[in-house]
């Protein structure tokens, strides 16, 4: 995926001159250099160097034109005397390359080569009154740069339709995170897929929705099955426990056998149906 890079360099030279040491009134002048391009090889740069007298523009050397531009009496008579000095033109000329240029590659290297891979996640949404029996999102957490593309796939093809996607929001810590949701009507043997493509990938990548449960949700069910057949055993033991005390004919070994026998006509049943099954019993 190509990128547009654009790089703003500032360098700002301030100067309060006072009209009287005790006067309030103050006047600024502000020198603003700024580089900018979006070419990888820096072949389209351009250099601005510009002075201002209190906020207003007042003379500008420009790269392209290779001279000053006056905008004001004051920087038009500044404008052509700077431009019959050849040492300060050849000066300003330079800066493309020795300011500009220099610190771009610098900045490139250093922050916009780099790239983080997104986490992606795919989930399930449940919508209060949602008129669609269901919605996916794909999530984008904690990549850069935050040049990002979302999109979903039926079966190998692409989805226009029915999809809403977020901006690119920053985290605050260079990082970025993105949400992209489908509204869909489930088909038996159909494949739901989405697509991300981003500049620390090196081809697009392809995450298929899998409709199980996660192994989360897996762990809970496998917990509360566990409980439900202990509680059964505890419940039948005590049961056949009051039964055979009550007719007299109590034996641990007895109660044990039936325990058993009890637990092999049951738990199993349930164990069964509760876990292969697409939607659990619990």
């Avoid at 590659?105 to 996640?121: E, F, H, I, T």
């Avoid at 989805?159 to 995170?177: I, L, P, R």
Wanted: neutral net charge; hydrophobic residues 35%.
């Amino acid at each position: 995926m190509s990128l547009l890079k654009l790089f703003n360099c500032h360098l700002i030279v301030t100067v309060s001159l006072f009209t009287q040491a005790e006067s309030a009134n103050e006047y600024f002048t502000t020198r603003w250099l700024r580089c900018t391009y979006s070419s990888p090889d820096l072949s389209d740069m351009v250099y601005t160097d510009n002075y201002h007298f209190n906020k207003y523009l007042f003379i500008q050397f420009n790269s392209t034109l290779g001279k000053y531009v006056g905008f004001n009496e004051c920087g038009m008579r500044n404008a052509e005397y700077w431009n019959n000095d050849t040492r300060i033109l050849q000066g300003e000329r330079g800066d493309v390359d020795r300011f500009c240029k220099h610190n771009a590659r610098n900045y490139d290297s250093a922050v916009r080569s780099k790239a983080v891979k997104p986490n992606v996640k795919l989930s399930s949404v449940t919508r209060a009154g949602g008129r669609h029996p269901a919605v996916l999102m794909c999530s984008a957490y904690e990549f850069y740069p935050p040049h990002i593309k979302v999109s979903w796939l039926r079966d190998g093809k692409l989805m226009t339709s029915k999809v809403t996607s977020t901006m690119e929001m920053a985290d605050g810590d260079w990082y970025y995170q993105i949400h992209s949701e489908l509204e869909y009507s489930p088909k038996s043997g159909e494949k739901i897929s989405c697509m991300v493509e981003h500049a620390s990938f090196s081809k697009p990548m392809i995450y298929d929705w899998d409709p199980s449960l996660p192994e989360s949700e897996r762990n809970k069910i496998a917990i509360g099955a566990s409980g439900l057949v202990l509680g059964i055993v505890l419940a039948a033991a005590g049961l056949i426990y009051y039964k055979k005390k009550s007719e007299g004919q109590f034996s641990l070994i007895q109660i044990y056998s039936d325990v058993c026998t009890f637990l092999s006509m049951h738990v199993f049943f349930i164990i069964y149906f509760c876990f292969d099954r697409e939607d659990p019993c619990i």
